[in-house]
């Protein structure tokens, strides 16, 4: 059996139009709910995602951050990745995701 780390998310409001979503622990079939769960209330422009604390996705959780920027991008929200780790990228340019979601340089 595999060692499981629940998923964590902080939901930190930084001004009027900006908020701020880190990520911590497995992001999979079990977990994607969480995420799905969040709405985005109108007048948010911007949302920054911190994923550098992810120790586990799955393709249901990339899946789920797909569904995430959608659910921004009809709020007239633009969503970011502003930190992840080297594996994510990696995982987010084979799956070219990375010319979905806008990425920190690295």
Do not use: K
Request: proline share 4%; no cysteine.
């Amino acid at each position: 059996m595999l060692d499981r780390t629940p998923l964590h998310i902080d939901v930190v409001q930084r001004d009027a139009t900006t908020v701020a979503l880190v990520l911590s622990g497995d992001l999979d079939h079990d977990s994607v709910a969480q995420l799905a769960a969040l709405t985005f209330a109108a007048g948010y422009r911007r949302i920054d995602m911190d994923l550098s604390a992810l120790s586990f996705i799955d393709s249901s959780g990339l899946a789920a951050l797909l569904r995430l920027h959608e659910q921004a991008a009809g709020v007239n929200a633009a969503l970011h990745v502003v930190a992840l780790t080297p594996y994510l990228r990696g995982l987010f340019t084979m799956t070219a995701l990375d010319r979905v979601f806008t990425l920190p340089p690295g």
